[in-house]
């Protein structure tokens, strides 16, 4: 177990480093101290508040993630999950807006908005891969921005606020379709956060997801099935699983849950409650890179949310010292793109090893060749 | 029981392809021509029917064009590396590599450093692609990706360092670049200066005459012919170079086998991983060219400014089945879709054009019927006529809608897409050295 | 046959090669000499080690220990291109062809005429069919690999080594792939090229060819040499398979009937592809209750479309019953949790996934079913308990159950996917080539696997191309010709050499019958 685990840690480590040396390489070419630049980062992420943020902001990152990793346990990329939350969180807005219902009904009805527009969205990139066979990559950059006019155009012309007469967005939801914020929970266990800090109430939302997901992938016939399908698509149809609507469940899945990115900033961010310009637009991009970084592990992604959140965070203050607090997104980056290589030699490395160890002990012939590439082993992370 | 009478013929062996791939191929080649000429026609009489000009003017083409080539050097750049077997889906962060060189070059020194700039800030991203995938295996959309949310990064800090303090520049802008790279016009035919001399311009005057289909053709032809900026020129230059490079060199064979065995490349003394290498770098090249030419464009280096033509890039090298020609046409269509969305009346030509696309459906509709295929025709003509009446109803589109106008267009097409496609055999395989396979 | 006694000089001296994979020891001590204008057989059974040791003298890896010398002088191939220097070609068993190039694109690759700006594409016909024409390996320059046959294929692959100049031909099973007749043209051409002064090495397990072509044998076992026969005439099949074995053979034949009148799995005009050229055409049996029906015929010939259409794989027209009940329309998981056990041609591609764990691997086809879960839950518990008993039962060689399923041997492999099929109790079993690519010792265990299954009442279709496999196992033999099966054959009466003849279409079945066929010759006597 403890092999294991020192196993899992050794890959991000070493991309961890490779991510400061990067970034350490920018900020002396543009003439700036990187431990400066690192020290004052430590110092902006050491406080309570820091750690509140991190986990506020780490929320919809993580709920990203794994809208993300579902499709990517079969190999599918749903880059169009961008779209497919800002429809959702669109539609819900105004639908959440025009409604009145009681408290956890109505957080409920907005949920149920989301997830079914998002899931609709997703169903068209999923119905042209299984009927005309257009690769899933290109259609749902396509409907990224078809739907980033829609929702331009719709907000503009159906949904908004005409309160508002600078920009378009629409009517605040009412205080029954808020989730309220979690800082009397954690007063009960005697944590009190201080005045200001506010732990948004969409974290239980995004925990239960994450076991649900969890549950569904490793625990579930369908996940199973899922799985298998993304391993060797060609083995699963043999073991009765039917590939077309495999792909198509996948994809609304997907979809289904991007749905649920949005939500934590419509429901639970005292800022927004609203759909509108100010909306974050770009989350499902941070999704694709935490289902990398957590190797679509549910527990992975919430480690990756939690480190990419914390760069954010920790970056939000060099600009005050002079120090460009771009730095961050090359962080990030390099930490991404270090982290698929070295998960990739690990474990082709692994793979040697367990290979050899395994036909050490039964003194049989070598396995079989395939080792490295075949059965689409090497597909994802 | 159940011994049937056999009649045998010769071989067992596949009797499936020869001749009718062949004849496939022949087909190819007829139909295009045929659908060509049926666009033209049906173009011109949306443009006769919704009488707006400007849809096959000289101007629109030529902005078309613009906005094709960077597309298309996308395509290219697609081309290269999967055709050496590796999918470049990281096109778009090679492009943005190459805007922020370009447009750092081209302020500093000129509009030609732009362009080496352009090639060169790809490159560097092409070969990091390279690194992840063939010399570490990395599954090759996932590496692309990663290079995708990396090189924004990249670029922003860059504008940081390079333009934040400077006049008229920005973080998510450029200054603006020294100079113009100077233009061409064909002399003869488009009225182009020959040694000082200003010759006729003969497809000018018969577009103004705004004849049927005439008109049409000699607003494209011009379009193709007249203000040519220097780097378009170029650009379509190295389409056909790299056709010429890929075809007819012993380094474009090594290249195509290795996207397609690279067992048998290996096997023959060939390194997988070299040209793999030498295919990346110049992919990169290419989408940071693609890249260059927007700045160019734009006249500055501005955040954002690809706009997924990266990935428009892929969907036209799709679109063109791996091919430089039919790549070309389908940057051809995207650019002109995108390229009406540029001029000054984008409403009345996204309208001329809906009302062209929905007679185009109208009339496969009608080849659907006379193949039997009775579903399909069924579901073209109810699209084609929904089209038809949005057409007679919205008299003004929301410029939203003008917007999303080309990325429907790439769906459509791509959707439409006979499905007889053929990508590389061994694309997205990591390969390693003495493998089987 | 020994037409004549080889005096040339040894062209190729192996001394003490020894090669090591992680894990295991591929060669361990070979010596090898192979005599100029020679043809030259290496035999042995799977894994012994014979295309290692090809790929050590082609330079696609290099011998940890030992000398290589040809032509006299001692060689260090660093990669295939110094062994293409030393004027030697490798024709694989796995084509190395890409087949969306011409000909001549492939067999110019790598050492292009013309220079490094211009291809002189001219050149590289013209020469192409000089060689082509000099061999007797004619082919179309410019067709593109992927529309020619196999046979034309392996022309392909030998043309590429003539152009390269080599003298010293490698061939890694180059007859696995092949019809007889095509058998015969391939060492008619190789004869007359060594007639020239050319020198062939072949790998192969099929020791009649070996015997018939052979100018020299050498025996390949668990990495070692265990003999080099120089005149083929002194030795009989069966000694020489005991050599590549070490011990007896094990034998496939099925010995008393327990076919019973009962029908198990009938399907009734089964036709898949277009109708102008259909891929399987009209194809009607039953397979009876303790009955293995055999499936002959070249790969290609519908065998695939066949067992598409009885596993619900791929659409199709006519009707499959299982005893009796109409399952046309039923999905592939009816169909298995029906009670038809499945053993797909190619367990990587269809039968594992190779990453996952044994026990889940144990679960593919009958993930819906207990002890494997409810059908909504997996029981892990379960499924690693039911593993453990097909690890235990059908001699799975594995550490354990949560190993991933590429730690296992080709014939691990098979036998995993073979005991999932046979703990779930199937009624009829499915099994096509099951003993393709593994050990001599698996092959023998899947084989009495499916005899002692027999003869407890299972029903079985069993698809082969190992011609040995099918006269011994199948109590009935059917031979399928461009999708059609046109003939039926009494597995104790047929020869392989009868067999071939049906499944090329050189002979075939004019009248319906059971046993006497009668033989029409045909137009294939030019080739």
């Known amino acids: ?381 | 029981m159940t011994a049937a009478v056999v009649n045998p013929s010769s071989t067992p062996s596949s009797t499936s392809g020869p001749l009718s791939m062949r004849l496939l191929r022949m087909m190819d080649g007829r139909t295009t021509l045929i659908v060509a000429g049926l666009g033209v026609l049906i173009v011109s009489l949306a443009r006769v029917i919704s009488g707006d000009n400007d849809l096959t003017s000289s101007g629109t083409f030529g902005v078309a064009l613009r906005t094709a080539m960077p597309i298309a050097m996308a395509g290219l750049a697609g081309l290269y590396a999967e055709r050496s077997g590796t999918v470049n889906i990281g096109l778009e962060g090679m492009m943005i590599m190459g805007t922020i060189f370009a447009g750092w070059w081209g302020w500093y020194f000129n509009p030609w450093m732009a362009l080496l700039g352009g090639l060169v800030g790809g490159m560097l991203g092409g070969l990091l692609h390279a690194l992840a995938t063939v010399t570490f295996g990395v599954n090759h959309i996932v590496s692309g990706f990663a290079i995708n949310i990396l090189a924004p990064g990249i670029a922003r800090f860059m504008g940081n360092e390079l333009f934040s303090q400077e006049e008229g520049g920005s973080i998510t802008n450029s200054p603006g670049n020294k100079g113009d790279i100077g233009r061409f016009t064909m002399p003869f035919t488009s009225g182009g200066d020959l040694f000082g001399w200003k010759t006729p311009d003969p497809l000018g005057w018969i577009e103004k005459k705004q004849w049927f289909v005439l008109s049409d053709i000699s607003g494209l032809l011009r379009g193709l012919t007249a203000a040519l900026t220097l780097d378009i020129i170029i650009a379509v230059g190295l389409v056909i170079l790299s056709w010429y490079v890929l075809w007819r060199t012993p380094f474009g064979l090594r290249l195509r086998s290795a996207g397609e065995k690279p067992s048998a490349t290996d096997s023959l003394g060939v390194s997988v991983a070299r040209i793999r290498y030498e295919a990346m770098a110049l992919s990169g090249a290419m989408a940071g060219f693609g890249g260059a030419i927007m700045v160019l464009f734009s006249n500055r280096y501005q955040e954002g400014q690809t706009g997924g033509r990266g990935f428009l890039g892929l969907a036209t090298l799709i679109l063109g089945n791996w091919r430089p020609g039919g790549m070309l046409g389908g940057a051809g269509l995207f650019g002109y879709a995108s390229g009406i969305t540029l001029r000054t009346t984008p409403e009345n030509l996204v309208r001329g054009l809906i009302l062209a696309a929905a007679m185009a459906l109208v009339v496969s509709a009608f080849w659907a019927l006379l193949n039997k295929k009775y579903v399909v025709a069924g579901i073209v003509l109810a699209i084609g006529l929904v089209g038809i009446y949005s057409y007679a109803v919205f008299e003004k589109p929301n410029n939203q809608f003008v917007y999303i106008f080309p990325y429907i267009v790439v769906l459509v097409v791509v959707s439409a897409r006979n499905q007889s496609l053929r990508p590389p055999a061994a694309e997205g395989i990591p390969y390693f050295k003495g493998q089987q396979g | 046959m020994s037409n004549s006694i080889e005096t040339g000089t040894a062209v190729i001296e192996l001394r003490d090669i020894v090669k090591r994979f992680p894990g295991v020891v591929a060669n361990d001590g070979v010596n090898l000499t192979v005599r100029k204008g020679s043809i030259h057989a290496i035999v042995g059974e799977n894994g012994a080690g014979k295309s290692t040791l090809m790929k050590t003298l082609y330079g696609a890896h290099q011998p940890d220990e030992g000398t290589i010398t040809v032509n006299g002088v001692v060689q260090q191939f660093k990669s295939p291109r110094d062994a293409i220097a030393a004027g030697i070609g490798m024709v694989f068993q796995h084509f190395m062809l890409a087949d969306n190039l011409t000909v001549w694109e492939n067999v110019v690759l790598g050492d292009e005429p013309g220079s490094a700006l211009r291809l002189d594409i001219r050149g590289a016909r013209k020469r192409i069919n000089e060689l082509a024409k000099q061999n007797g390996l004619e082919v179309d320059p410019d067709t593109l690999v992927v529309e020619l046959g196999v046979g034309e294929k392996q022309r392909v692959e030998i043309l590429k080594v003539l152009y390269r100049g080599a003298q010293i031909l490698i061939l890694d099973e180059p007859t696995a792939v092949l019809v007889p007749h095509e058998v015969d043209e391939l060492f008619a051409s190789l004869r007359a090229l060594t007639a020239e002064g050319a020198t062939a090495v072949f790998i192969s397990h099929k020791l009649d060819e070996v015997l018939k072509f052979a100018d020299a044998i050498t025996v390949i076992r668990a990495g070692r040499t265990v003999g080099q026969v120089d005149d083929p005439s002194s030795i009989t099949a069966h000694a020489l398979a005991e050599m590549m074995v070490g011990s007896e053979l094990p034998s496939p034949e099925t010995r008393v009937s327990t076919v019973t009148t009962d029908v198990a799995l009938s399907v009734h005009n089964l036709t898949t592809g277009p109708i102008e050229l259909p891929t399987l055409a009209d194809v009607s049996f039953d397979v009876h209750r303790g009955e293995i029906l055999g499936i002959a015929g070249v790969e290609g010939n519908g065998q695939a479309e066949l067992i598409g259409a009885i596993m619900g794989l791929s659409a199709s027209t006519g009707r499959v019953e299982l005893f009796g009940a109409d399952i046309s329309h039923s999905s592939t998981r009816a169909r298995r949790e029906g009670g038809i056990g499945y053993i797909p041609e190619d367990r990587q591609r269809d039968g594992l996934a190779l990453p996952l764990p044994l026990w889940e691997n144990a679960m593919l086809g009958h993930q819906t079913q207990k002890p494997y879960g409810n059908g909504r839950w997996i029981d892990k518990a379960g499924a690693q308990k039911q593993t453990d008993e097909i690890i235990a039962e059908y001699d799975v060689r594995t550490p354990g159950n949560s190993v991933p399923a590429f730690t296992l041997s080709g014939g691990n492999q098979q036998k995993l996917i073979v005991g999932r099929e046979m703990v779930a109790h199937p009624t009829v079993l499915v099994a096509s080539h099951p003993t393709r690519g593994v050990d001599v010792g698996a092959q023998a265990i899947i084989w009495d696997i499916l005899r002692d299954a027999r003869s407890q009442g299972l029903a079985v279709l069993l698809v082969s191309a190992d011609l040995e496999e099918l006269i011994g196992l199948s109590d009935r033999l059917l031979v399928m010709l461009r999708g059609a099966v046109v003939a039926e054959l009494p597995p104790n009466e047929v020869t392989p050499a009868e067999l071939g003849s049906y499944m090329t279409g050189v002979k075939s079945m004019v009248t319906s019958g059971a046993s006497t066929a009668t033989a029409s010759a045909t137009n294939d006597g030019t080739a």
């Open chain 1, 1 to 381: 177990m403890l092999r294991k685990l020192t196993g899992a840690l050794t890959a991000p480590i070493i991309a961890g480093a490779v991510a400061i040396i990067a970034s350490s390489i920018a900020l002396v070419i543009s003439g700036n101290s990187p431990v400066t630049a690192f020290r004052e980062m430590w110092m902006t992420i050491d406080s309570t508040e820091s750690v509140v943020v991190i986990i506020n902001s780490a929320v919809p990152f993580y709920v990203a993630g794994v809208a993300v990793a579902i499709g990517f346990q079969m190999n599918l990329f749903n880059i169009g999950a961008n779209g497919q939350y800002q429809l959702g969180a669109l539609f819900a807005a105004a639908a959440g807006a025009a409604v009145s219902l009681p408290a956890p009904l109505h957080v409920a009805f907005v949920l149920l908005v989301a997830v079914v527009v998002a899931g609709l969205w997703a169903a068209i990139a999923g119905l042209l891969k299984v009927y005309r066979n257009v690769n899933e990559v290109i259609s749902t950059i396509m409907l990224n921005y078809v739907a980033v006019g829609l929702s331009a155009f719709l907000v503009s012309e159906y949904f908004r606020n005409n309160d508002v007469k600078l920009v378009a967005e629409t009517k605040k939801l009412p205080a029954s379709a808020q989730l309220p914020a979690l800082n009397r929970l954690l007063e009960v266990f005697g944590l009190n956060l201080g005045d200001g800090v506010v732990l948004q109430g969409f974290l239980p939302i995004a925990i239960v997801l994450g076991i649900g997901y969890y549950l569904l992938l490793y625990r579930a016939r369908f996940g199973f099935e899922l799985r298998l399908s993304g391993l060797n698509p060609a083995a699963a149809t043999t073991a009765g699983v039917k590939p077309r609507a495999m792909i198509l469940k996948t994809i609304v899945l997907s979809g289904c849950i991007a749905g649920l990115i949005g939500m934590s900033d419509l429901l639970a961010d005292p800022q927004y409650h609203k759909y509108g310009d100010q909306f974050p637009k770009t989350l499902g991009f941070t999704g694709l890179a935490l289902a990398l970084l957590g190797r679509n592990h549910p527990g992975g992604i919430a480690a990756a949310a939690i480190v990419w959140a914390t760069i954010e965070r920790a970056t939000q203050r060099l600009s005050l010292i002079g120090i460009p607090q771009e730095i961050g997104t090359i962080l990030q980056g390099s930490f991404l793109l270090a982290a698929v290589i070295v998960y990739e030699v690990v474990r082709r490395r692994n793979n040697e090893q367990t290979a050899r160890e395994a036909s050490r002990a039964v003194h049989g012939p070598p396995p079989d060749p395939g080792l490295s590439s075949a059965n689409a082993a090497g597909a994802l992370p």
